[in-house]
């Protein structure tokens, strides 16, 4: 702990929790006025860090690693909602499975902590431990000019990263600028790393960012599975929104009824870039067997379009 902290509090994964507890804890992490630690064993929280769909975030350490701790929602631990504590423990079962994949954190543990519920029924609340890797959120780097090669950099690595999601055997399921995180050194223009993060989605039939969700997902029954199509047309989406800084639709119209009407209309303005306008057409097609066949192909022309436009001489890939 580099940081002084005023108070230490300490928890055991053998001893129950109250719901008081429990909400004292989540409190003082998220209040900075005074920091508090709660330390249990090798585990440290030390502030919070976000509170989204899947969760309670909380920044730590984990035997001496910096980590992210992601709890179930509070509100699923006081009603002993099943669904949440399962999306835990399915995102940690699909974090093993990426182990090697440079790109995404690792992911250190899953442990339990007992909870005695308003019943004075005891409950496992499952949470998981996870590599803290470094970055801005993918948004921060929208309007910042970055030139196209930056933007190229950041399309291949995710495409990158991707292909390797899918040949362990995960789709990812909601892919958006939440889950993507970029370590930029802006003097220099150089993108240091690209992790995509939260595989909660994965196992789950409909949890994900409208936005950013394909037609298949909006709706199950008019375009076929949900799979890597989906995946690819939600990076389309997402490399969209990096190339041309806003979305092809406007954002209060729901994208589900973009999905049910017509095509998008993809009115390049800002990338100048056939070739990448190429890549990103074929990825937002709204029939998943009409986009790319997989992620190794996309790669293909990305790095071709962006060699090409490094030797001047872009053209149109499709
Ligand atoms: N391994 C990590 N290292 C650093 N930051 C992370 C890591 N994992 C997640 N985060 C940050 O925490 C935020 C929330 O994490 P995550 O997306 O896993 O939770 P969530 O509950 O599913 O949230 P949401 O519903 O907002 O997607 C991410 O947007 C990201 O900024
Ligand atoms: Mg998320």
Redesign the pocket.
Known sequence: MSKKYSLTMRFKLSETMTLTKLRVMEQSLFWRAIPVAWVCSDLVLLHG??R????V?YAGAFENMPV?V?FPPTKAIKEHCQNFFKEIEQEYQQGLMLQQVSGV?RYADKKELLVKTKSNTIIKVPFII????N?V?FNSLIHRNLDVNTKSTIFIRLVEILGKVHKAGVVHK?INP??I?IEYNSRRDLIKAV?L??F?ASLQQRRF?AQYGSPEQHIPLGYGDVGVHSDMFSLGLVMYFLFEEKLPFHENIAARAIAEEKEFSLDFQLCGNQGIQAILTKMLRKEPMERYSSMDEIYQDVTEVTNQSIRGTCKHVC
């Open positions: 860090h976000s989204g769909g899947g969760g975030i992210i992601k954190p996870v590599e803290q890797v970055g959120p909601d939440g889950n995180l992790w993060v939260d909660g960012v």
